[in-house]
Nanobody, 124 residues
Framework: QLQLVESGGGLVQPGGSLRLSCAASGFTLAYYAIGWFRQAPGKEREGVSEISRSGGITNYADSVKGRFTISRDNAKNTVYLQMNSLKPEDTAIYYC?????????????????WGQGTQVTVSS
């Protein structure tokens, strides 16, 4: 069974950091580009960051550039999202997704597999 499982979410104060993980089971993550998306209450889902199969190409939403870093460890079948200088507006459920297609546009329709999400809450 193909599965993506996110972890690492939680409650953090503004200015704090979290590292999200996206672990794959049932398939080899190295064959897929990975995207992180988020959805806040009452808002549409939006793209946060993407990484190519090799990790050589990354893409970030303007709202997180300079604060978030996406990376991958194909040997561990895992992709990470390091989130620093967190703001209350980063509060959302964060999802990772996998695609065999090219990425770069945060088009969620291009993604084949999705995780269940992990909650990130930034609040004092």
């Amino acid at each position: 069974q193909l599965q993506l499982v996110e972890s690492g979410g939680g409650l953090v104060q503004p200015g704090g950091s979290l590292r999200l993980s996206c672990a794959a089971s049932g398939f080899t993550l190295a064959y897929y580009a990975i995207g992180w998306f988020r959805q806040a209450p009452g808002k549409e889902r939006e793209g946060v960051s993407e990484i190519s199969r090799s990790g050589g190409i990354t893409n970030y939403a303007d709202s997180v550039k300079g604060r978030f870093t996406i990376s991958r460890d194909n040997a561990k079948n895992t992709v990470y999202l390091q989130m620093n200088s967190l703001k209350p507006e980063d509060t959302a459920i964060y999802y990772c997704a996998a695609t065999v297609r090219s990425t770069g546009t945060f088009d969620s329709r291009r993604y084949d597999y999705w995780g269940q999400g992990t909650q990130v809450t930034v609040s004092s």
